[in-house]
């Protein structure tokens, strides 16, 4: 009877339900903006957005795994004892690119300041909000299900560029608020798209190579940290950073460190566990 209940489809589902809340999430953001209401209140909003993915899978669950528990799951992800090695490598790589598009931004623009922030305070208070406005709320629907459930099917390497896309297409609406037009938007949507698809690549290596979900999250909140730490060109900064983590993530693609990408047994992830196909 259990077995009836189950979605035939659950990543097509999930994908099209997260769709569905944030839309009208998104428009209650821009509404407070437009409506004027105070900063926090949008701040708020924007964090309550990001979680739509979390919701969807929430409703979705007992119709995925109905014999397993919510909070199970959840825990689960976060079971795998978190290796010093991957969390170090990962944090390099991405303070490596950070330094890099700093370089580049100081070099071709003539500003006051390079950063964005100019106290403890504000940098503190944007780590966090960060943290809350995509890695906590993101990363267990498209990483810690979709992308695993994907690779019962797919070999890591074609499931992340699978969500990779998905995930990038979910963030259609933002596209239109950054004020770009014609050339100037075709360009962002494409750069957004290879920098969203290469780090998916990066978060499947590193996320593969120690199974818990606090490794996507870290690499999910530095590359939003990074990019809006620093005072730039939106357009450039998102070229900049499709360029360096596509650098990584075909560097990764070609070491395929413990074939956590592809092998020539494809193997898959899912629960901590490998799986032959």
């Not at 810690?144 to 998905?166: T, V």
């Not at 494409?190 to 990066?202: D, E, N, R, Y």
């Not at 939106?234 to 993530?249: D, F, G, R, T």
Request: proline letters at 3%.
């Amino acid at each position: 009877m259990n077995r009836e209940k189950k979605l035939k489809k659950p990543v097509a589902s999930f994908i099209l339900l997260t769709n569905i809340i944030f839309l009208p999430l998104f428009c209650l953001v821009g509404a407070t903006r437009v409506l004027g209401f105070p900063k926090w209140i949008f701040d708020v909003t924007l964090c309550i957005s990001a979680w739509s993915s979390t919701f969807a899978f929430a409703i979705l669950f007992k119709k995925i795994y109905p014999m397993q528990s919510f909070m199970q799951f959840v825990k689960e992800k976060f079971n795998n004892k978190l290796k010093f090695s991957v969390i170090l490598s990962a944090m390099l790589i991405q303070t490596f690119i950070f330094l890099m598009i700093v370089f580049l931004v100081s070099k071709n623009n003539e500003v006051d300041s390079v950063f964005t922030i100019s106290s403890w305070g504000m940098l503190i208070y944007f780590f966090f909000k960060n943290l809350l406005s995509g890695p906590l709320g993101e990363e267990l629907g498209w990483r810690g299900f979709a992308q695993m459930e994907l690779q019962k099917k797919h070999s890591p390497l074609k499931a992340s560029i699978i969500i990779g896309f998905w995930w990038g297409m979910w963030h259609l609406p933002i596209w239109f608020t950054t004020g770009y037009m014609g050339m100037d938007l075709m360009k962002y949507i494409l750069f957004f798209m290879i920098a969203l698809i290469s780090t998916k690549i990066v978060m499947t290596a590193f996320y593969n190579l120690n199974q818990n979900l606090i490794i996507p999250i870290i690499i999910h909140q530095l590359f939003n940290f990074f990019i809006g730490l620093i005072n730039g060109n939106l357009l450039e900064l998102i070229m900049y950073s499709a360029i360096l983590y596509l650098v990584v993530a075909v560097l990764l693609i070609v070491i395929n460190p413990k074939n956590v990408l592809y092998g020539k047994e494809d193997r898959n992830i899912v629960n901590g566990k490998h799986y032959m196909v």
